[in-house]
């Protein structure tokens, strides 16, 4: 029930609320009372042949005064509506009497109240009305105590969203700015590369700014989106070995948040492979299994005083935030420094926890 939305956690109270009303309750009654069940169903049928002036009661009538801060409407309504339930029950008893398959005897109780015959008297029992009133008025609390919830998640998500958007909008920028370093550099060096290297900037700059709008994607897309981008990479440097991208796992069928995993890619070009450090490997591995995907990157650690921070940007923060955001106790991020080599490792639990 705690995944369910307002609008069905309210029919499922309601529906239990009249089932109570309307069966359980006249089907203890008439055990007890009666010594014919014929009897018992038949006060099951009659209260339930009452049930649009109760309806009435907690779906017009209340809303508009006790629950809209006018409790002197409510009282001045109540004789009225009193009067109203008055001619719902006699309707139900004229109804009852008329048909056939009713027991005689219990028709003819029906009959001995003339309910076609106003004489100042109401065929109600007014305790058991009260009774279903005051019951109506706390159904209605419930209710009331779903809407409140129900806002109050609404608010909440939308204040997740607005935070997860910003969190986006920064990795967006953020990337450009390395992505146009990568081209400017190879103008600079006159390479035939540039061209191709702006076509496939196209494709990613598309995907950047369409695609990743979306609350998710494809993780087929995203492994390409991070290939292209790797190859973009590569092209600046002389040894094709420097940057080492593998994925092992059937990605397809698999939704992932856009740009998740692209600000640990950043922080190894960043913090390491920028810094023309002897020997450094960038390596960027991905394992799917139908429960959990595994990202790690690693790269050599730059000499200290190289880095400066304020240079750390958005990085692991923004990962780190966007993960208690979008998948709280589904994800575990280690940081580690083994063999002189700074290696992130990102789980991410496919299936919430039951």
Not at 123 to 146: A, C, H, K, P
Not at 331 to 341: G, I, T
Request: hydrophobic share 45%; aromatic share 12%; net charge positive.
């Amino acid at each position: 029930m705690k995944n369910w939305n307002y609008y069905k956690k309210v029919k499922l109270v309601e529906l239990l609320y009249l089932f109570l009303l309307f069966v359980i309750v006249p089907l203890s009654m008439g055990l007890q009372i009666f010594d014919r069940f014929s009897f018992t169903l038949s006060l099951i049928l009659v209260n339930m042949l009452q049930a649009p002036s109760i309806i009435f009661f907690y779906r017009w009538l209340l809303p508009r005064t006790l629950f809209n801060n006018r409790p002197w409407w409510f009282l001045g309504s109540l004789p009225f509506y009193l009067l109203l339930y008055e001619l719902n029950a006699r309707l139900s008893y004229l109804l009852m009497i008329n048909l056939p398959f009713i027991p005689e005897k219990y028709r003819s109780n029906l009959a001995s109240v003339e309910p076609w015959h106003w004489n100042g008297k109401l065929i109600q029992n007014l305790g058991y009305t009260v009774l279903i009133l005051l019951t109506s008025i706390g159904f209605l609390f419930i209710r009331e105590l779903f809407k409140r919830q129900h806002m109050v998640d609404q608010l909440q998500s939308d204040k997740l969203r607005l935070e997860l958007d910003q969190l986006k909008s920064q990795v967006q920028p953020h990337f450009f700015f390395n992505t146009l370093n990568n081209l400017y550099a190879l103008s600079l060096q006159g390479s035939p590369k540039t061209s191709v290297s702006i076509a496939n900037l196209s494709g990613i700059m598309r995907y950047v700014l369409y695609e990743a709008r979306d609350e998710k994607v494809l993780l087929a897309k995203e492994i390409a989106f991070m290939h292209s981008y790797l190859e973009l990479e590569r092209i600046r440097h002389t040894d094709d070995n420097v940057l080492q991208f593998g994925v092992q796992g059937n990605p397809n069928g698999i939704l992932v948040e856009p740009l998740l995993f692209l600000p640990l890619i950043e922080n190894c070009f960043k913090h390491s492979l920028h810094y023309k450090i002897p020997g450094n490997q960038v390596q960027v591995l991905m394992t799917i299994d139908e429960e959990e995907i595994t990202f790690q990157t690693s790269n050599l650690i730059a000499p200290k005083g190289e880095v400066s921070p304020t240079e750390s940007g958005i990085g692991l923060y923004n990962v780190r935030k966007r993960l208690e955001l979008l998948y709280p106790g589904r994800h575990q991020l280690l940081v580690a420094e083994e063999d002189s080599r700074f290696i992130v490792t990102l789980s991410i639990q496919l299936n919430s926890p039951k």
